[in-house]
């Protein structure tokens, strides 16, 4: 990794383009990360540790045009930045701390997944790689999910699904689900028994299950109460 000296006259993020302005050209490239993005707000909405990307550039040196992988996630860094968050993440500006993990959903329009954008997330040092293929297209001899950890500046694929990742504390999978009404297969976080980490929409689906089945038991209780000859609004 490059190490900046203090008194160079480095540009800052808002000097800086947020991106690299390539269009996505699958909406999946934004659902994906943003599906774990949301889970990760649920289960660390006590951590202010983490920082989620999607589709922001990341710049590692001065004069060098930004990586921008579909989503990325840093740990030891400020969840939140100033009044308007990041307008991208600049590794001079967050310590040198390097993402943690990089994500790519390969679409119809092929973009270097698997060779260039590869080699530049592990000259990075981005531990985990993971690419998702929901439809393979042209690398039909591909997995769907594949999850790379870099041992000796090299990539080597994982095996499990999910897939465990002790440094971050969380497993990354597939399973069929529903997001924003969209029943397909989705990416998702699990814990280390490969239990699945539930999405906002379901926790919101089962609190308000919740509630209905004690509106439930209540009138159940009442009609009961009035078969005695009880009135319960007067207890």
């Known amino acids: 990794m490059v190490r900046y000296e203090p008194w160079q006259c480095l540009p800052t993020s808002a000097e800086l383009p947020d991106s690299d302005d390539t269009p996505v050209d699958n909406e999946l490239q934004n659902l994906i990360p943003n599906l774990l993005a949301a889970v990760l707000a649920l289960v660390w ?12 550039g990341i710049y590692y040196a001065p004069g060098e045009p930004p990586i921008v992988p579909d989503g990325f996630l840093s740990l030891g860094v400020d969840r ?10 600049v590794l001079w500006e967050e310590d040198n701390k390097v993402p ?18 590869k080699d530049d997330y592990a000259r990075l040092g981005i531990l985990y790689y993971v690419i998702y293929a929901p439809g393979r297209g042209r690398h039909r001899k591909r ?6 950890r870099l041992v000796d500046e090299q990539y080597v694929l994982q095996t499990d699904e999910p897939c465990w990742m002790p440094e971050i504390g969380l497993g990354i999978g597939r399973e069929e689900g529903t997001y924003q009404g ?8 699990y814990d280390e028994a490969g ?3 539930p999405t906002p929409e379901e926790i919101a689906q089962q609190e ?3 509630a209905t089945l004690a509106e439930q038991r209540a009138e159940r209780l ?14």
């Open 195 to 197: 239990k699945r980490l």
């Open 80 to 89: 939140f930045v100033g009044e308007e968050g990041r307008l991208s993440y």
């Open 208 to 210: 308000s299950d919740r």
């Open 182 to 189: 969209w029943t397909r297969e989705w990416l998702y976080w």
């Open 45 to 56: 909405t006590d951590r202010s540790d983490w920082f989620f990307g999607v589709d922001m």
């Open 222 to 235: 009442a009609a009961r109460l009035r078969d005695l000859g009880i009135n319960p609004d007067d207890l």
């Open 143 to 148: 997995k769907v999910l594949e999850v790379y």
């Open 100 to 117: 943690i993990l990089a994500l790519e959903v390969v679409s119809k329009t092929y973009s270097g997944e698997y060779e260039q954008k």
